[in-house]
Structure formats: structure tokens, C-alpha cells
């Protein structure tokens, strides 16, 4: 079964960190580009952290700059996003996506992901709760 899994969200405080995995089983991940999402209630999809498949160059929005760092680890089968100085304003859930993607920045690759049908696999989303 071709499908990803993330973990690793929970509670945590703010200023805090959490790392959430995503694992892939079925499919290698190393031709595919990797984006982490994020949905908190009421609001919508937004792309949080993009890496590419081809130079590992990655991107990240504005408002997670200098806290998140996305990595992969393609011997493992596993892409990661380190969060760091959490907020309450992170809590959401995070969903991480695959795609294959040609001629796009990374930051396209972030933008159009909003879009869930851009993707080719998406994980089932994990909730992380930044709260006192």
C-alpha cells in the first residue's frame, strides 16, 4: 500500500519544540519533492516548508522562518520538520504531501499545495497544540 505517515505532534508550551516525521511505505521517496502543511480549524491550507527532490533546496513561510527546519533522510524513507520557539499560532494539523514536480521553484511547490490534488500522496496529518 502506497501511502505516508506522519508522527509525532502532541502538546506542547509555547517557546517549546516538537519534530514531526513523515514516513513513506510502498514508494521511495527520493523522486519526490516533500511539502509539510498546516490546517488549523476555520482557516485554510497553508504551505508551511517545501524541499525538493533534486538539490534538497527547501523553502519556508515567512512565518515559520528561522524556527522550522525541514530535512530528509532518504535512507530512512523519511522526511522531518524540526519545530523550533513554537507558538500558539503553529497549532493546527500538519499534514506532509509528495509530488513529483518539474520546472517548479520549491516555492511553487509550497504555494501550489494548497491544492490537495497537485500532490500525488498525502499522510493523514498529525495535530500539534502549542498551549500553557
Known amino acids: 500500500q502506497l501511502q505516508l505517515v506522519e508522527s509525532g505532534g502532541g502538546l506542547v508550551q509555547p517557546g517549546g519544540s516538537l519534530r514531526v516525521s513523515c514516513a513513506a511505505s510502498?514508494?521511495?521517496?527520493?523522486?519526490?519533492?516533500i511539502g509539510w502543511f498546516r490546517q488549523a480549524p476555520g482557516k485554510e491550507r497553508e504551505g508551511v516548508s517545501c524541499?525538493?527532490?533534486?538539490?534538497?533546496?527547501?523553502y519556508y513561510a515567512d512565518s515559520v522562518k528561522g524556527r522550522f527546519t525541514i530535512s530528509r533522510d532518504n535512507a530512512k524513507n523519511t522526511v522531518y520538520l524540526q519545530m523550533n520557539s513554537l507558538k500558539p499560532e503553529d497549532t493546527a494539523v500538519y499534514y506532509c504531501?509528495?509530488?513529483?514536480?518539474?520546472?517548479?521553484?520549491?516555492?511553487?511547490?509550497?504555494?501550489?499545495?494548497?491544492?490537495?490534488?497537485?500532490?500525488?500522496?498525502w499522510g493523514q496529518g498529525t495535530q500539534v497544540t502549542v498551549s500553557s
Open positions: 524541499i525538493s527532490s533534486s538539490d534538497g533546496s527547501t
Open positions: 504531501a509528495a509530488g513529483r514536480f518539474y520546472y517548479l521553484t520549491v516555492q511553487a511547490m509550497c504555494v501550489i499545495g494548497t491544492n490537495p490534488r497537485q500532490y500525488d500522496y
Open positions: 510502498g514508494f521511495t521517496l527520493d523522486y519526490y519533492a
